[in-house]
Structures are given as structure tokens and as C-alpha cells.
């Protein structure tokens, strides 16, 4: 390493500086913590990431249904005679997620109704549940007029239904 002196010469700083040593440089900082408390700190933090990654994946897995179901109803967009599994994906969605004790034995009205409860709110209006019915038991196909609102109520419940 140079010195001041090869840097600046004999005469830098006047005679006071004379003698005087340069002082030598610190350690390099090591990557690594040097106390165990440290590491400790670490490892929780990894197993705390661990753990939510573990979660996210957990929910991701129990939520299939509803992408699955979201993907069909988008598809029913399209093709308005496909809208008569309509009433089929509902069931399954809501078998998927609730018991089957709470959800096997509704039908018509009380069908459409614990739909809105369990959305939290009023998603499908008292004609629905006729409309429903016409879907899953009729074979005649529905105006797009029809079973807009239906696939709209639909789509919201798959998103905003807890169970």
C-alpha cells in the first residue's frame, strides 16, 4: 500500500506531521454473523417463510374449485346453449366447499337463498331459482337475456363466498 510520503513527498503537512504513522486499516466485515443469535434469527425467519409458503400453496389447492368452475362460466359466455350445467357447477362449487349435510338437500328458493347468505350478500334474485330449476331440469335452452344475470351472480358468488 503507498504511504503518504511516496504520495506526497517529504514535506507534506509541515514538521508537526513528521514521525507521525498512518494508521492501519480494519478488518474486513465478515458476511456471516459471528453470534449464534444471529443464525437463530435466521432460521426462524426461513422456517416463518417455510410455513406461509406452506399456507399460500394449501389455499391455492382448496381453491381449485373456483377456477375451475370461473374458467366454465367464462366459457358459458360464449356458448349460451352450455349454460345448462350452470346449475351443476353451482352444486358441485358449493359441495366442494361447505358440507354436504348444509348443501345436498336445498332446493328452488332455499337453494338461491343460502347462496346469497353464504355470499354475504343479495347476488341472485327471487326469480332465480325458477330459472335455475328451468336449467337443470328443462330442455329448452334460455335467452342470452336470461342467463346474463344468472352467470353474473354465479361469477361473483364463486368469488366472494368464505367457506
Do not use: C
Amino acid at each position: 500500500m503507498e504511504s503518504t510520503r511516496d504520495r506526497f513527498g517529504d514535506d507534506f503537512g509541515g514538521e508537526q506531521m513528521w514521525g507521525l504513522k498512518e494508521l492501519a486499516w480494519p478488518d474486513p466485515v465478515p458476511f456471516l454473523p459471528q453470534t449464534v443469535g444471529w443464525i437463530v434469527v435466521a432460521l426462524l425467519l426461513l422456517a416463518l417463510v417455510a410455513w406461509l409458503a406452506w399456507r399460500a400453496r394449501k389455499r391455492w389447492l382448496k381453491n381449485a374449485y373456483r377456477r375451475d368452475a370461473l374458467t366454465s362460466i367464462e366459457a358459458m359466455r360464449a356458448d349460451p346453449a352450455a349454460a345448462a350445467k350452470l346449475p351443476f357447477i353451482l352444486r358441485h362449487s358449493a359441495l366442494a366447499a361447505y358440507e354436504r349435510r348444509d348443501v345436498a338437500g336445498l332446493r328452488g328458493a332455499e337453494w338461491t337463498s343460502w347462496l346469497n347468505e353464504s355470499a354475504g350478500r343479495e347476488l341472485f334474485a327471487a326469480s332465480a331459482a325458477e330459472t335455475l330449476d328451468r336449467l337443470a331440469y328443462g330442455r329448452e335452452t334460455l335467452s342470452p337475456a336470461e342467463i346474463e344475470p344468472l352467470l353474473s351472480a354465479s361469477r361473483d358468488w364463486l368469488r366472494l363466498h368464505r367457506a
